[in-house]
């Protein structure tokens, strides 16, 4: 079982930046491809960034290219999103996935919320 726990969200300004960070429990960590989802209200769960277990190829939602950017530090079983240019409809609750062994597992999520 893998423990997710997100930190990092808040309430900012349209333009500004934040970073979100999601620590894992599991001493294999650096097996996992990494994730984070977000969810606004009313909406669907949606993918916004990954990262892969081996050489850390990364891949982004269009909605989110050039303005987030995801990395993971292995030796301290974390995974970070950056998130610079903030828009109002960037406003969710974001979600850190883990998956790996055929297994996906979930953090609590992290509320971020973009005032105009």
């Known amino acids: 079982q893998v423990q997710l726990v997100e930190s990092g969200g808040g309430l900012v300004q349209a333009g500004g930046s934040l970073t979100l960070a999601c620590a894992a429990s599991?001493?294999?960590?650096?097996?996992?491809?990494m994730g984070w989802f977000r969810q606004a209200p009313g909406k669907d769960r949606e993918f916004v960034a990954g990262i892969r277990w081996n050489f850390g190829s990364t891949s982004y939602a269009d909605s989110v290219k050039g303005r987030f950017t995801i990395a993971r530090d292995n030796a301290k079983n974390t995974v970070y999103l950056q998130m610079n240019s903030l828009k109002p409809e960037d406003t969710a609750a974001y979600y850190c996935?883990?998956?790996?062994?055929?297994?996906?597992?979930w953090g609590q999520g992290t509320q971020v919320t973009v005032s105009s």
């Open positions: 996935n883990a998956y790996a062994f055929s297994r996906n597992y």
């Open positions: 599991t001493r294999t960590f650096s097996n996992y491809a």
